[in-house]
C-alpha cells in the first residue's frame, strides 16, 4: 500500500526566512516558490514550507529523517547553517546512526545514516 516517503511539509513563522535558510542547506532555490507554499526537489523527494497556520503546534510534529551518507558530518553542518542541537547523533543498533536538530524555524529535522537501505525501483 504505502510506496515510501514523498514529500515533508514543515510550517513556518517565517517563509522567506525558511526558504533561504533551506536553499542554502540545499544548495540550490526552490523549484515550486508562492506565498502559500515552496516546494523543493531534494534528490526526488519534496521538502515544503508552508506558513504559520492557526492550531500549529511547532517543534511538536512527526519527525521526518532525511538519508545521508555520513550523518555525524551532516549533524555538523545544520548545527554550523544555524540549527540548534535536539537528539545527538545516536548509533541505534545494526550500523544506523541518527539524530535531530531544531532548524532556525521551530521544527524538527532529523537525519539517518543507514547501510541497510537501498531505495527500491519497483516505487
Known amino acids: 500500500m ?4 514523498r514529500t515533508v511539509i514543515y510550517q513556518v513563522k517565517d517563509l522567506m526566512k525558511a526558504k533561504e535558510w533551506y536553499s542554502n542547506l540545499l544548495g540550490k532555490p526552490p523549484y515550486f516558490d508562492k506565498p502559500f507554499y515552496v516546494g523543493f526537489n531534494v534528490e ?7 506558513p504559520e497556520e492557526d492550531g500549529i503546534s511547532f ?7 532525511w ?7 551532516a549533524y555538523e553542518i545544520l548545527l554550523k547553517g ?10 541505534v ?3 544506523i546512526l541518527i539524530g535531530t536538530v531544531i532548524d532556525p524555524c521551530g ?7 543507514n547501510p541497510h537501505f537501498a531505495l527500491s525501483t519497483s516505487a
Open 82 to 91: 544555524g540549527s540548534i542541537p535536539n537528539e545527538p547523533i545516536t548509533d
Open 59 to 65: 517543534g511538536s510534529s512527526t519527525t521526518a529523517y
Open 2 to 5: 504505502l510506496l515510501g516517503l
Open 107 to 113: 521544527n524538527i529535522f532529523g537525519v539517518i545514516e
Open 93 to 95: 543498533g545494526g550500523g
Open 67 to 73: 538519508g545521508v551518507k555520513d550523518a555525524r558530518n
Open 44 to 50: 526526488g523527494y519534496e521538502l515544503g514550507l508552508q
